[in-house]
Every structure is written in structure tokens, then in C-alpha cells.
């Protein structure tokens, strides 16, 4: 299935691939690109790894055990915990719709046998993307419509950069958030209640050069904006209610910084807890965006 490219009057870009789980492989705006592949392009798409605007779905980040008996559409991290769902390479859309700023793809969940075995909650799912001159809006819908609720866990990966800044020039702006403890797997810590062990306020603004991230927040008020800023540029993700949890991701001296708006913390599809439902016969829309100034 060929890749799409969306162009807006003013003359951005933006090209996504339907083989690779709908992942947005660029978006360009003044000819310069806002999101980074962690790897050259070919390898990328040979591989189940995150780059671009890739969705997590129907899990965000990893879960706290595997149920999935080594399904290979399941990615799987260092200490083989399940980890950014089982779309990352799908490719077998119910319905696709392009126009020439727009594309949205529909996946009657149901209807897939595998996608049942994975996650035993059907519904329908519809992913889309507007492309607009300086922003490009994400929405993701979830419909109950299979007579049953539908578990909401799942989550954004976009890989942030500025072109032709140095790494070392970048800095970083976060709204108020809460620190959510993670043990050294990554997984969200709960106390003997099962309540998540938040660590109060953290404050994640400043230069990026000398840290790295890899950690989990709760958004501590209605807050949504987050900005990487470099020489005369930002670029922005808003992602406000129902995206309460955060996941922020910058490995060492990389160029780019990863800003995953989350329905819900880690391992909460396999903790039961903190987990928003879909009730049968409603629809959920969570939408998020880019921006570059």
C-alpha cells in the first residue's frame, strides 16, 4: 500500500504510511522536517520500532505481564514485556480516506479475528490527520459499537526535533505535571492499595543537553501546551482532557525528544486500575496537536 502525502495551501507536507499502523513518516512545514525516524527509513519499515507519529494501540508503553504467548504482532522491550500495542505494522485497514489535506483509515476491530485474540473488546476504531499550514491535528475515535465496553489505554509517540538546530541548543517547556514512580522496568509503582505512587510536582523545564528521560507524568492541572524550543523555533504538542498522563522520552545527546500524550499510565490495560472504559453504545475522541512558530 503506497504512502499518502498531504499538502496544505501554504505549502506544508505531510506523508503517512497505512502499511506501518498509519505512522506519520513526516511532517515538514517551511521545507523543514519536525519529525525524526530513530533509524534510516529502510530499516525503519523492516523493523516494529517507533519513530515519526506512531499510534500505541490498545496499549500505550508495556505491560506488567504478556498474555499474548509470543504473538509476533507484539513488540516486546529488553526484559520481553509487551510494549506499544500490536499496530505497529499493521496494514489491513477496513477503509481508507484521502483528501488532499486529510486521511483518516477505519478498522471495524471485530472483524479481525487476530486483532480478537489481542484484544477481546470489539469496536471500531477511526485514526485521523489534518494537515493545516503551521499544525497538524491527530484524532483518534473509539465506537463501542460491539455490544460491549472497550478499555482505553492507548497512546501517541511523537518523535519531536528541530531541524538544523544543534542539539545542544535545545530546550525544553512542559506544563505543571506530577512525577508518576517507575521501578526498573519502567513500570508505573503502585502501594499496597494498588494507587499509583506519585512524587509530587516535577519540573522538567530547561536546556536538554546533559539529560536524559524516560518517565512518566500525570498532568497536575488543565495545562496542555509542551514546546521544544531551538535558536528562532518551537514546535508544540497540545494535548489536553482526555489525555491525563504524559510520557516523556529523550535518550542520550539525541536530537529529538519524544512527547506521548497517554489515556492512561503504563500497564494499566494489565493493572485494571486508572483505566478509562468506553461504555457500550458510546464514542470517544481524543485528539492532540502539532504546532510550529
Given at each position: ?248 522520552y529523550h535518550p542520550p545527546e539525541a536530537d529529538f525528544v519524544a512527547i506521548e500524550p497517554m489515556m492512561a499510565p503504563a500497564a494499566a490495560l494489565s493493572d485494571r486500575r486508572d483505566l478509562p472504559v468506553v461504555r457500550s453504545g458510546e ?11
Amino acid at each position: 500500500m503506497p504512502d499518502i502525502d498531504l499538502n496544505s495551501p501554504g505549502g506544508s507536507t505531510a506523508r503517512i504510511a497505512p502499511e506501518l499502523g498509519f505512522c506519520c513518516l513526516s511532517w515538514c512545514v517551511d521545507g523543514r522536517e519536525h519529525v525524526r525516524l530513530p533509524v534510516p527509513e529502510d530499516e525503519f519499515r523492516s523493523d516494529a520500532k517507533t519513530g515519526g507519529i506512531p499510534l500505541l494501540y490498545p496499549f500505550a508503553n508495556r505491560l506488567r505481564a504478556d498474555p499474548y504467548d509470543g504473538h509476533p504482532w507484539v513488540k516486546r522491550d529488553d526484559n520481553d514485556l509487551p510494549i506499544h500495542g500490536c499496530l505497529l505494522r499493521f496494514e489491513a485497514w477496513d477503509r481508507l480516506e484521502v483528501g488532499d489535506d486529510r486521511a483518516a483509515v477505519h478498522l471495524d476491530w471485530g472483524a479481525h479475528e487476530e486483532l480478537m485474540r489481542l484484544f477481546p473488546h470489539p469496536h471500531r476504531l477511526e485514526v485521523g490527520y489534518l494537515l493545516e499550514d503551521r499544525r497538524i491535528i491527530v484524532n483518534t475515535r473509539v465506537v463501542a459499537d460491539g455490544g460491549c465496553d472497550v478499555p482505553a489505554s492507548f497512546g501517541w509517540h511523537p518523535y519531536l526535533c528541530l531541524p538544523d538546530v544543534a542539539s545542544s541548543r535545545l530546550a525544553l517547556e512542559t506544563p505543571p505535571l506530577e512525577h508518576v514512580r517507575l521501578d526498573e522496568q519502567c513500570l508505573p509503582v503502585r502501594d499496597e492499595s494498588g494507587t499509583l505512587v506519585v512524587e509530587g510536582p516535577s519540573d522538567l523545564d530547561g536546556p536538554l543537553p546533559g539529560r536524559t528521560f524516560d518517565d512518566l507524568f500525570r498532568r497536575a492541572d488543565d495545562g496542555t501546551v509542551f514546546s521544544l524550543e531551538g535558536g528562532d523555533r518551537v514546535v508544540r504538542l497540545r494535548a489536553g482532557a482526555p489525555w491525563h498522563f504524559i510520557q516523556v522520552y529523550h535518550p542520550p545527546e539525541a536530537d529529538f525528544v519524544a512527547i506521548e500524550p497517554m489515556m492512561a499510565p503504563a500497564a494499566a490495560l494489565s493493572d485494571r486500575r486508572d483505566l478509562p472504559v468506553v461504555r457500550s453504545g458510546e464514542t470517544l475522541d481524543a485528539s492532540f496537536e502539532l504546532s510550529v512558530d
